[in-house]
Every structure is written in structure tokens, then in C-alpha cells.
């Protein structure tokens, strides 16, 4: 510990859009016949241009900007889920990317077998988990569901387990899309509460969020992403101030 | 990247793998009264049914060809069953590999892994029914099979791994890939016997530059014929097994980085 980074060196991304989300043999058949050209139509998409950054230990860096900036992208560039199309990334610390809770939940498999196979899916061993279980079932208030299939939770229970799972961890370098905390309000306090110490134990947190209140809050750097491009980055109280004044000529819903 | 790299980065997502596997089956079991036997039944009634239908058509001794049909039939199931789950094993993790980083290959292995489970079993609770019934000596040229297995799992992971890459790109080329296994299943002597069978003499050496034919002979000759394979089926299996494999691993790795942006 003490030496998680991250480093982005002039990091873009592009990728082709495709009109369709999928092409097929019978199209692409059928264009030879007729001599189309390329059947496909595509435009291409300049997610992350030329983004530098460098993450040491310890910070909170929040960021901000519109809708299609390239805040998730960048997330995703971090996390490895991208590869870049030019640049370079330097990764120094156990990443764990929450980006959505609950990834690979097997609907007919027992709550606790999930807990494993998440478990897993994020890089921690059988045994690892099995110290955690007991804790996870009882913050998500499940034990006496933990044999039987997710298909039969309601889903309040299935996120309640997945929120659990997802945030009883130890990472070095946490990666969050939105601070997401949902169900009733005596749920809520605890989660909250929850979310809050894993942000405290990481070493490095990178959140994405529109809410303003929660850079100010959580983070104590922040970078202003635009059209791909970091326009303004600095103490949060600043950026926010500067991206609110920049929306505010044109005030915008949300 | 090396593949030296790939390698190390596959080892360290093993359990995933691991737990990929369990839960397959896992979920199999369970879905049914029989559960995980129906997976061990089903290539043992279609062996009875084909028995059956071609040894009356054809007027083969019947229990013997009935050794002979599930010699070449195990390994045709594995090879069929695994094509078939490594095409959409990819574009079904879309929702894990849009969330979450992971080498790639890990789904395809998953599926070849899990195919491993049923293959080892089928080949036993066959054998071990069959046995009594034909009289069958085990012959000690069944110690070639370790290898026969090798050349069967290259030859399904390097196909699988190019056929879970083509269908992201193509999604319905699954449904060209059933149709094309079932035609190649029909080319392949596992239901007729090649040597004495109902193919015109003339044109057997045609069905001898099926690549399969020279993986399904690495079992039919030391399960049914209780010899070791030839010198020259020996080389064509190998030889066909390592450049499906490496044809699949070029192409796979290739192309891995980019899956993602047609998901």
C-alpha cells in the first residue's frame, strides 16, 4: 500500500458506431448480390481525446460534465474494459469497478452461490469469500434466504444482495458510476452509511456523478470532461463552480 | 502481448472459470428429476437408437457396432456440444465483459470445461454398460488415449475460440454452424464403418481428408479396434490439432481487444 496510481498518457478512444447493433451473414450476402458497397452504415465516435491524468494515492477525483462527454468511457478506460486506441495506461492497485451492481448474477442459482460467483468475478478467491459471507447475508438482512434461487427474490432482495456483495470489499482503487443506493429509507441510511466506509477504506476513489453535492462532498479533486476532452480540472468546489456557470446561460434541466 | 502473458492472465481468472463450470452444472442438475443424468442419457439413448436403426439397415452384428458407434460418438458430442456453446459463449457475457474487465477466453474455456465434465462421464457409464453387454477386453493400446483427448480438446478449443469471435461479428451464423455440424457429422465414420461400410471403395480416401475423421480414429482404434492408430492417422490428428489451435488462438487474440465494440 502507499503506491496505487493510475496514469493516463494521451489516451483517445474511437470507436465505429454501427447503425445496427448487429450484422449478418444473410446481409452481408445480400450486399455482395447487389454490390453494395459496405452495407453497414457507421459513423465514427471520438469518445476520449488526447486524456492525460495522472491518479496518485489517496485522491478522490470526481468527475463531472454532460451527458456523452466521455466520463463512463474514461471509467471504462480505466478499468480495462476499453482498450484505448492510442496511448497508454499505467494501473498500480486492485481495481474494482462498480458500475452497475449485480453483474453476473445467475437467476437460478442460490443467493449465497452468487455470492461466490460475483465473488469471483471480481477477482477474490473461494476462500476469501467464505470469510465474508456470513457479514454480506446479514447487512443485506437475507439469511434465511441464502439457499434458495435468485429468480424467487423479490428485486429489492436481489439488489439489497448485490449492493451488499458489491461494496464488502477491500480495493485499493474503487471506481464508481454513480453513487447508487436505492430501496426504502431505512434501507437507504444503512447503504449510505455502507458506501461511506468503503469510500474511506480505498485508497483511490474515481466517481462519476451528476450530483454536484456528492463531488463536494466525497471527492477532493475534479476534472470537467467535455466532448472528450478535459476542459478544467483542480479543487472541486472550483470545477463544479465553473461547469455550473458554464450551463447556467442556458439553464437546463437537471 | 505474449501469449506467454495470456496464459498467466488466464490462471489468474481460474476461478472464475471454476465457478462458470459449477454453476453450468450446477444449474443443469437441477433443472430436472433426473438431472445431471440426462446429460448421460442422451448420448446413450441417441447410441441406442442409431445402433438400432443402422445395424438393422445395414445388417451390422449389433453389439459390437454399438462399441463402435459410441467410440466415435463421445468425442463427436464433445467436439459438436463444444462449437455450439463457444459461438454465443461471448456475446452472452456481454452484460459481464460491458462491466467489468476479463481476458476473453476465459468463456470459451468455460465451455470446453464444462463439455470436459460430460465427455469424461459418458465415456465411463458407457463403457461400463457396454462392456458386460459385448464382451469388450480393454486393450492396453487405450493408453494412446490421453493423447486421442489432447487433439480433441485443441481441435474444439481453436474452432470454438474462432467460432465465439465470428459470431459477435455475425450473429447468425450459429444457425449456418448447425447446419454445417450435422452435414459434417453425416461426412464423418461414426455411424457407418469406414473399412467394410456402405462407402464405394473408390471413394474412401475422399472421407480420410475429413480433419475429424483423424480425430474420431484416435478413439475408434484403441476402443473398438483395439489397436494403436497408425503412424500416419497419429500425424494427420496431431497436425490437425495443432493448427486448429493455433489458427484459433491467432484469431482470437487478434481480434480479442476489439469484441467489445460490437457487442
Known amino acids: 500500500m502507499g503506491d496505487n496510481y493510475i496514469t493516463l498518457e494521451d489516451v483517445t478512444l474511437r470507436f465505429r458506431l454501427y447503425s445496427t447493433n448487429t450484422y449478418s451473414i444473410k446481409e452481408s450476402f445480400v450486399n455482395f448480390l447487389l454490390r453494395r458497397k459496405y452495407g453497414r452504415p457507421t459513423s465514427e465516435i471520438t469518445a476520449l481525446k488526447n486524456v492525460s491524468l495522472h491518479i496518485p494515492h489517496g485522491q478522490r477525483l470526481g468527475i463531472i460534465g454532460d451527458n456523452g462527454a466521455g466520463k463512463s468511457t474514461l471509467l471504462k478506460v480505466i478499468s480495462r474494459i476499453y482498450p484505448p486506441t492510442s496511448g497508454r495506461v499505467v494501473r498500480h492497485g486492485f481495481i474494482v469497478p462498480l458500475l452497475e451492481v449485480g453483474i453476473g448474477f445467475n437467476h437460478e442459482l442460490s443467493g449465497l452461490e452468487n455470492i461466490f460467483l460475483t465473488g469471483a468475478i471480481m477477482g477474490f478467491s473461494r476462500r476469501h469469500m467464505a470469510e465474508h459471507v456470513k457479514a454480506i447475508l446479514d447487512f443485506a438482512e437475507l439469511q434465511e434466504f441464502a439457499d434458495s434461487p435468485i429468480k424467487y427474490y423479490s428485486s429489492g432482495m436481489a439488489q439489497r444482495l448485490a449492493f451488499s456483495v458489491a461494496t464488502e470489499i477491500d480495493p485499493e482503487i474503487l471506481l464508481l458510476d454513480e453513487i447508487f443506493s436505492a430501496g426504502d429509507i431505512h434501507w437507504m441510511e444503512k447503504a449510505q452509511r455502507r458506501m461511506r466506509s468503503l469510500i474511506d477504506r480505498t485508497a483511490i476513489l474515481v466517481l462519476v456523478s451528476h450530483q454536484m453535492e456528492l463531488i463536494k462532498q466525497y471527492c477532493n479533486h475534479a476534472i470537467w470532461m467535455q466532448a472528450g476532452q478535459i476542459v478544467k480540472q483542480g479543487p472541486p468546489d472550483e470545477v463544479v463552480a465553473a461547469y455550473q456557470a458554464s450551463a447556467a446561460p442556458a439553464p437546463a434541466p437537471g | ?263
Open chain 2, 1 to 263: 502481448m505474449t501469449l506467454a502473458y495470456d496464459i498467466k492472465e488466464i490462471w489468474q481468472f481460474r476461478e472464475v472459470i471454476k465457478n462458470f463450470v459449477s454453476q453450468d452444472l450446477k444449474v443443469k442438475y437441477r433443472r430436472s428429476f433426473l438431472g445431471f443424468f440426462w446429460s448421460l442419457l442422451n448420448p446413450l439413448l441417441h447410441m441406442a437408437v442409431i445402433t438400432l436403426v443402422f445395424s438393422l439397415m445395414f445388417r451390422f452384428p449389433m453389439g459390437k457396432y454399438a462399441l463402435y458407434v459410441l467410440s466415435g460418438l463421445v468425442p463427436w458430442s464433445f467436439w459438436a456440444t463444444s462449437i455450439d456453446g463457444c459461438c454465443l459463449s461471448i456475446v452472452n457475457a456481454e452484460g459481464m465483459i460491458q462491466r467489468q474487465y476479463f481476458p476473453k477466453m476465459v468463456f470459451p474455456i468455460s465451455v470446453i470445461m464444462q463439455n470436459l465434465v460430460t465427455f469424461f462421464l459418458s465415456l465411463l457409464v458407457l463403457l461400463l454398460i457396454l462392456a458386460p453387454i459385448t464382451g469388450y477386453v480393454p486393450s492396453p493400446a487405450l493408453l494412446v488415449l490421453p493423447l486421442s483427448f489432447l487433439c480433441l480438446v485443441a481441435v474444439s478449443l481453436g474452432v470454438g475460440l474462432i467460432a465465439a469471435v465470428a459470431t459477435v461479428y455475425f450473429r447468425d451464423i450459429q444457425h449456418l454452424i448447425s447446419v454445417f455440424m450435422s452435414a459434417w457429422f453425416y461426412l464423418t465414420p461414426i455411424i457407418y464403418p469406414l473399412e467394410d461400410g456402405p462407402i464405394p471403395h473408390q471413394y474412401r480416401w475422399c472421407f480420410k481428408l475429413n480433419p475429424m475423421f483423424s480425430i474420431v480414429q484416435m478413439f475408434h482404434r484403441p476402443i473398438y479396434d483395439g489397436m494403436l492408430p497408425t503412424p500416419s492417422e497419429l500425424t494427420a490428428a496431431v497436425i490437425v490439432a495443432v493448427v486448429a489451435l493455433g489458427a484459433g488462438l491467432a484469431i482470437f487474440r487478434h481480434f480479442e481487444d476489439s469484441l467489445i465494440f460490437s457487442l
